[in-house]
């Protein structure tokens, strides 16, 4: 997220960032060398805390958040399963927003879907969306009964294509090319096929185009489309993403 905001912060409607990270990374360290962010400095009031903690770690981090945050700062929680209610009442602070980005922000291809606690206005929605437009598409506010599910689609989605792009390449060597061939191809393709969508393509329709019939397309998809295979997989794989977000979420509140 930082990577996408520090592409334009104007755009994002921040004046600064300031990155509470102990353990900064590498890049996050150089920004701080180069000026692009403050890190680690001592807590302020601020206008906008992200909470970007793993879930079960929010107990111990809210303890040290008080220095940060106003009656009137605006929160916005990347965690998993956790609560607007939990948030609000773990931190003093009334005005939640519950958001699921994907890492394809940090280039501003990304897509967010957020909730609103009730006690957020319509410039608290404003200032929400103008924070998460620079990171890609906004989807909100939603109903916050359907986060688990948005987790699981798009902010887990990525690695499931990742990961079909490393079993496409692993499928091309298998089938006789050489390593970087089959990487090539099977990377570009997945790329090729995501900016059609982009473009406002859909799915059905661009996977028909491809699709000659008894050819060698409709050969391949007559395996993915077996009873079990890629949609089965896809469901069974989405419900225990988002089952595993309600535990996150039971978890959070011991």
Same mark, same amino acid.
């Given at each position: 997220?930082?990577?996408?905001?520090?592409?334009?912060?104007?755009?994002?409607? /921040?004046?600064?960032?300031?990155?509470?990270?102990?353990?900064?990374?590498?890049? &996050?360290?150089?920004?701080?060398?180069?000026?692009?962010?403050?890190?680690?400095?001592?807590?302020?009031?601020?206008?906008?805390?992200?909470?970007?903690?793993?879930?079960?770690?929010?107990?111990?981090?809210?303890?040290?958040?008080?220095?940060?945050?106003?009656?009137?700062?605006?929160?916005?929680?990347?965690?998993?399963?956790?609560?607007?209610?939990?948030?609000?009442?773990? !931190?003093?602070?009334?005005?939640?927003?519950?958001?699921?980005?994907?890492?394809?922000?940090?280039?501003?291809?990304?897509?967010?879907?957020?909730?609103?606690?009730?006690?957020?206005?319509?410039?608290?929605?404003?200032?929400?969306?103008?924070?998460?437009?620079?990171?890609?598409?906004?989807?909100?506010?939603?109903?916050?009964?359907?986060?688990?599910?948005?987790?699981?689609?798009?902010?887990?989605?990525?690695?499931?294509?990742?990961?079909?792009?490393?079993? /496409?390449?692993?499928?091309?060597?298998?089938?006789? /090319?050489?390593?970087?061939?089959?990487?090539?191809?099977?990377?570009?393709?997945?790329?090729?096929?995501?900016?059609?969508?982009?473009?406002?393509?859909?799915?059905?329709?661009?996977?028909?185009?491809?699709?000659?019939?008894?050819?060698?397309?409709?050969?391949? !998809?007559? &395996?993915? !489309?077996?009873?079990?295979?890629?949609?089965?997989?896809?469901?069974?794989?989405?419900?225990?993403?988002?089952?595993?977000?309600?535990?996150?979420?039971?978890?959070?509140?011991?």
């Amino acid at each position: 997220m930082a990577r996408g905001w520090l592409r334009d912060l104007g755009a994002a409607g /921040l004046a600064q960032l300031d990155i509470v990270e102990p353990h900064a990374p590498e890049d &996050v360290l150089a920004w701080s060398k180069d000026g692009k962010v403050a890190l680690n400095g001592a807590p302020v009031r601020a206008d906008v805390v992200v909470l970007a903690v793993k879930p079960q770690g929010f107990s111990d981090a809210a303890s040290g958040l008080a220095g940060w945050i106003g009656p009137n700062t605006l929160i916005i929680s990347i965690m998993a399963g956790v609560t607007l209610k939990r948030i609000a009442s773990a !931190l003093g602070a009334p005005k939640v927003v519950r958001a699921m980005p994907n890492t394809p922000g940090s280039i501003g291809k990304g897509v967010t879907a957020y909730a609103l606690s009730t006690a957020c206005d319509a410039a608290d929605r404003a200032a929400a969306e103008t924070l998460l437009k620079p990171l890609g598409a906004v989807v909100g506010p939603l109903d916050e009964s359907q986060m688990d599910a948005v987790t699981a689609v798009s902010g887990s989605g990525p690695a499931y294509v990742y990961l079909f792009a490393e079993t /496409l390449e692993a499928a091309g060597r298998a089938a006789g /090319l050489d390593p970087a061939t089959a990487a090539i191809l099977a990377r570009q393709t997945v790329f090729g096929a995501g900016a059609l969508l982009g473009e406002g393509g859909d799915p059905t329709e661009l996977r028909k185009a491809v699709t000659s019939p008894g050819g060698t397309t409709a050969a391949a !998809l007559d &395996v993915f !489309l077996a009873k079990g295979a890629l949609p089965d997989l896809v469901r069974k794989a989405v419900e225990a993403a988002a089952r595993r977000g309600a535990e996150l979420a039971r978890d959070a509140d011991k």
